[in-house]
């Protein structure tokens, strides 16, 4: 069991800066492939990033290459999303997920533990 708490999010600008954190609970936060996804309002989740058990392999979703960076402390439990050049378009609920293994995964059933979200929100 992992227990995930995103926190960072909060009301933003277009052009603003922005990094989320995700604390996972447990001793084996090395060997859970991670990601972030985001939900907009009526909207699905989707796909933002990933990296893997040992943060050598990352991947992102189209509209937040060259903005946005995925990085994690395996020593601290901790995976980050910096996040550049918002836009309002990047407004949503901002979510973590981990799964037992390795490699990058890029869908939400490839998941198994989420957080509860934060909520960032971008204004023009």
């Known amino acids: 069991q992992v227990w995930l708490v995103e926190s960072g999010g909060g009301l933003m600008q277009a052009g603003d800066s922005l990094r989320l954190s995700c604390a996972a609970s447990?001793?084996?936060?090395?060997?859970?492939?991670m990601g972030w996804f985001r939900q907009a309002p009526a909207k699905e989740r989707e796909f933002v990033a990933a990296?893997?058990?040992?943060?050598?392999?990352?991947g992102y979703e189209d509209s937040v290459k060259g903005r946005f960076t995925i990085s994690r402390v395996n020593a601290q439990n901790t995976m980050f999303l910096q996040m550049n050049s918002l836009k309002p378009e990047d407004t949503a609920v901002y979510y973590c997920?981990?799964?037992?293994?390795?490699?990058?995964?890029?869908?939400?059933?490839?998941?198994?533990?989420w957080g509860q979200g934060t909520q960032v929100t971008v204004s023009s």
């Open positions: 447990g001793r084996t936060f090395g060997s859970y492939a």
């Open positions: 997920a981990a799964v037992l293994g390795g490699g990058v995964r890029t869908t939400t059933r490839d998941y198994r533990y």
């Open positions: 990296i893997s058990s040992g943060g050598g392999m990352t």
